[in-house]
Protein backbone atom coordinates (compact mmCIF):
# COMPACT_ATOMS: atom_id res chain seq x y z
CA UNK A 1 0.00 0.00 0.00
CA UNK A 2 1.52 3.71 -0.61
CA UNK A 3 2.83 5.42 2.13
CA UNK A 4 0.30 7.88 4.29
CA UNK A 5 0.35 10.10 7.12
CA UNK A 6 -0.49 8.71 10.52
CA UNK A 7 -1.61 9.85 13.78
CA UNK A 8 -1.33 7.85 16.53
CA UNK A 9 -4.04 9.42 19.03
CA UNK A 10 -2.69 7.72 22.45
CA UNK A 11 0.90 6.71 23.89
CA UNK A 12 0.24 3.69 25.67
CA UNK A 13 0.97 -0.02 24.38
CA UNK A 14 -1.78 -0.18 22.29
CA UNK A 15 -0.25 3.48 20.63
CA UNK A 16 3.14 2.23 20.74
CA UNK A 17 2.58 -1.06 19.09
CA UNK A 18 0.91 0.36 16.57
CA UNK A 19 2.94 3.59 16.07
CA UNK A 20 5.85 1.39 16.01
CA UNK A 21 3.68 -1.39 12.97
CA UNK A 22 3.22 2.04 10.84
CA UNK A 23 6.94 3.25 11.29
CA UNK A 24 8.51 0.23 10.35
CA UNK A 25 6.36 -0.07 7.17
CA UNK A 26 7.62 3.40 6.19
CA UNK A 27 4.85 5.26 7.63
CA UNK A 28 5.12 8.75 8.36
CA UNK A 29 3.74 8.63 12.14
CA UNK A 30 3.14 11.30 14.90
CA UNK A 31 1.85 10.48 17.75
CA UNK A 32 -0.76 12.69 19.44
CA UNK A 33 -1.12 13.31 23.45
CA UNK A 34 -2.18 15.11 25.74
CA UNK A 35 1.43 16.48 27.41
CA UNK A 36 4.34 16.38 24.80
CA UNK A 37 6.47 18.05 27.03
CA UNK A 38 6.49 14.39 28.78
CA UNK A 39 10.26 13.31 28.64
CA UNK A 40 9.55 9.67 28.32
CA UNK A 41 6.95 10.25 25.31
CA UNK A 42 9.78 12.29 23.66
CA UNK A 43 12.67 9.72 24.32
CA UNK A 44 10.28 6.76 23.35
CA UNK A 45 9.37 8.70 19.94
CA UNK A 46 13.00 10.21 19.17
CA UNK A 47 14.35 6.23 19.12
CA UNK A 48 12.11 5.19 16.87
CA UNK A 49 11.79 8.37 14.20
CA UNK A 50 8.17 9.03 15.34
CA UNK A 51 6.83 12.86 15.82
CA UNK A 52 5.28 13.80 19.02
CA UNK A 53 2.77 16.41 18.87
CA UNK A 54 -0.69 17.66 20.70
CA UNK A 55 -3.59 15.72 19.75
CA UNK A 56 -4.73 18.54 17.85
CA UNK A 57 -1.76 18.90 15.76
CA UNK A 58 -1.51 15.08 14.85
CA UNK A 59 -4.91 15.04 13.58
CA UNK A 60 -4.65 17.86 11.67
CA UNK A 61 -1.47 16.75 10.12
CA UNK A 62 -2.60 13.40 8.68
CA UNK A 63 -4.17 10.96 6.43
CA UNK A 64 -5.14 8.38 8.99
CA UNK A 65 -5.93 8.96 12.66
CA UNK A 66 -5.63 5.35 14.87
CA UNK A 67 -7.75 5.78 18.49
CA UNK A 68 -5.86 4.39 20.87
CA UNK A 69 -6.79 6.34 24.19
CA UNK A 70 -8.23 4.34 27.81
CA UNK A 71 -11.94 4.71 27.39
CA UNK A 72 -11.98 6.92 30.19
CA UNK A 73 -9.92 9.66 28.20
CA UNK A 74 -11.42 9.02 24.70
CA UNK A 75 -13.96 11.48 24.36
CA UNK A 76 -11.88 14.45 26.21
CA UNK A 77 -9.21 13.26 23.45
CA UNK A 78 -11.02 13.60 20.42
CA UNK A 79 -12.06 16.85 22.02
CA UNK A 80 -8.68 18.40 22.47
CA UNK A 81 -8.32 17.27 19.08
CA UNK A 82 -10.55 18.84 17.62
CA UNK A 83 -12.73 16.51 15.77
CA UNK A 84 -13.37 18.51 12.70
CA UNK A 85 -9.82 18.22 12.10
CA UNK A 86 -10.84 14.16 11.04
CA UNK A 87 -13.40 15.50 8.96
CA UNK A 88 -13.17 13.64 5.80
CA UNK A 89 -10.58 11.33 7.26
CA UNK A 90 -10.11 7.26 8.34
CA UNK A 91 -10.71 6.98 12.28
CA UNK A 92 -9.44 3.36 13.45
CA UNK A 93 -11.16 3.41 16.48
CA UNK A 94 -9.00 0.49 18.82
CA UNK A 95 -10.85 1.44 22.31
CA UNK A 96 -12.66 -0.82 24.14
CA UNK A 97 -15.48 0.53 26.51
CA UNK A 98 -13.24 -0.73 29.55
CA UNK A 99 -14.57 0.34 33.01
CA UNK A 100 -12.14 -0.92 36.11
CA UNK A 101 -13.51 -2.33 39.08
CA UNK A 102 -12.49 -4.07 42.14
CA UNK A 103 -13.29 -8.16 40.37
CA UNK A 104 -11.62 -6.23 37.05
CA UNK A 105 -12.90 -4.98 34.31
CA UNK A 106 -16.19 -4.72 33.05
CA UNK A 107 -17.67 -2.90 29.97
CA UNK A 108 -19.19 0.36 30.64
CA UNK A 109 -21.67 0.71 27.93
CA UNK A 110 -23.07 -2.35 26.05
CA UNK A 111 -26.44 -3.85 24.38
CA UNK A 112 -27.88 -0.87 23.57
CA UNK A 113 -25.05 1.44 22.04
CA UNK A 114 -20.59 0.89 21.89
CA UNK A 115 -17.79 2.76 21.77
CA UNK A 116 -17.60 2.40 18.04
CA UNK A 117 -20.65 4.21 17.94
CA UNK A 118 -19.74 6.78 20.52
CA UNK A 119 -16.73 7.78 18.48
CA UNK A 120 -18.62 8.45 15.53
CA UNK A 121 -20.86 10.55 17.35
CA UNK A 122 -17.67 12.35 18.70
CA UNK A 123 -16.39 12.62 15.51
CA UNK A 124 -19.22 12.78 13.06
CA UNK A 125 -17.20 13.87 9.65
CA UNK A 126 -14.57 10.87 10.14
CA UNK A 127 -15.24 7.85 9.05
CA UNK A 128 -14.98 5.46 12.11
CA UNK A 129 -13.77 1.83 11.65
CA UNK A 130 -13.21 -0.37 14.47
CA UNK A 131 -10.74 -2.73 14.13
CA UNK A 132 -7.84 -4.24 16.41
CA UNK A 133 -9.57 -4.21 19.82
CA UNK A 134 -10.40 -8.27 19.93
CA UNK A 135 -6.71 -9.07 20.30
CA UNK A 136 -3.65 -7.84 22.59
CA UNK A 137 -1.00 -4.86 21.30
CA UNK A 138 1.47 -8.26 20.62
CA UNK A 139 -0.44 -9.59 17.72
CA UNK A 140 -1.83 -6.39 16.40
CA UNK A 141 1.10 -6.63 13.81
CA UNK A 142 2.65 -9.57 12.61
CA UNK A 143 0.26 -12.05 13.80
CA UNK A 144 2.00 -15.62 14.62
CA UNK A 145 -0.04 -18.50 15.78
CA UNK A 146 1.00 -22.57 15.65
CA UNK A 147 -2.75 -23.01 14.92
CA UNK A 148 -3.22 -20.71 11.83
CA UNK A 149 -3.56 -17.29 11.07
CA UNK A 150 -6.32 -15.67 13.30
CA UNK A 151 -9.43 -13.64 12.14
CA UNK A 152 -9.63 -9.83 12.65
CA UNK A 153 -13.32 -8.42 12.45
CA UNK A 154 -13.73 -4.89 11.55
CA UNK A 155 -17.00 -2.74 10.96
CA UNK A 156 -17.85 0.73 10.03
CA UNK A 157 -20.30 3.04 7.51
CA UNK A 158 -17.70 3.77 4.95
CA UNK A 159 -16.89 0.60 2.70
CA UNK A 160 -14.04 2.93 0.88
CA UNK A 161 -12.74 3.55 4.56
CA UNK A 162 -13.13 -0.08 5.73
CA UNK A 163 -11.30 -1.50 2.25
CA UNK A 164 -8.42 1.26 3.02
CA UNK A 165 -8.34 -0.46 6.96
CA UNK A 166 -7.84 -3.66 5.14
CA UNK A 167 -4.90 -3.45 2.83
CA UNK A 168 -3.22 -1.95 5.97
CA UNK A 169 -4.42 -5.35 8.22
CA UNK A 170 -3.19 -6.79 4.87
CA UNK A 171 0.59 -5.03 5.38
CA UNK A 172 0.48 -5.98 8.79
CA UNK A 173 -0.14 -9.79 8.35
CA UNK A 174 -3.53 -10.33 8.42
CA UNK A 175 -4.59 -12.66 6.23
CA UNK A 176 -8.15 -13.05 7.78
CA UNK A 177 -10.52 -10.24 8.18
CA UNK A 178 -14.43 -10.41 8.28
CA UNK A 179 -15.90 -7.43 7.63
CA UNK A 180 -19.17 -7.11 9.83
CA UNK A 181 -20.96 -3.88 8.01
CA UNK A 182 -22.14 -0.74 10.09
CA UNK A 183 -20.39 0.67 12.80
CA UNK A 184 -23.32 -0.41 15.33
CA UNK A 185 -22.16 -3.88 15.17
CA UNK A 186 -19.33 -2.61 17.66
CA UNK A 187 -21.51 -3.62 20.02
CA UNK A 188 -20.54 -7.49 19.37
CA UNK A 189 -16.34 -6.75 18.62
CA UNK A 190 -16.80 -5.12 22.14
CA UNK A 191 -18.07 -7.97 24.29
CA UNK A 192 -15.87 -10.37 22.23
CA UNK A 193 -12.87 -8.19 23.67
CA UNK A 194 -13.79 -8.98 27.18
CA UNK A 195 -14.23 -12.70 26.08
CA UNK A 196 -10.12 -12.35 25.59
CA UNK A 197 -9.79 -10.50 29.08
CA UNK A 198 -11.54 -12.73 30.92
CA UNK A 199 -10.10 -15.44 29.13
CA UNK A 200 -6.68 -14.01 29.54
CA UNK A 201 -7.11 -13.17 33.37
CA UNK A 202 -8.14 -16.61 34.46
CA UNK A 203 -5.75 -18.88 32.26
CA UNK A 204 -2.20 -16.15 32.74
CA UNK A 205 -2.10 -16.83 28.96
CA UNK A 206 -2.58 -13.74 27.21
CA UNK A 207 -1.23 -14.36 23.33
CA UNK A 208 -4.46 -15.59 22.03
CA UNK A 209 -6.98 -14.51 19.38
CA UNK A 210 -9.89 -15.67 17.78
CA UNK A 211 -10.32 -17.58 14.47
CA UNK A 212 -12.99 -17.79 12.41
CA UNK A 213 -13.11 -21.59 10.99
CA UNK A 214 -15.07 -22.39 7.96
CA UNK A 215 -15.95 -25.75 5.80
Known amino acids: MGK ?21 RGHQVMMGTRDPSRPEHAAWCRERDIELATFEVAAEDCDIAVLCTAWDGTENALRLAHAAHLD ?21 IGHADSAGEAVQRWAPGASVVKCWNIVGNASMADPAFEEGPPTMWICGEDEEAKKRVRRILGDFGWEDVVDLGGIVNSRYLEPLAMVWIVTGARTGHWNQAFRMLRK
Not at 4 to 23: H, K, M, P, S, W
Open 4 to 24: ERIAVLGTGDVGRRLAGAFRD
Open 88 to 108: GKVLIDVTNPLRHTEAGPVLA
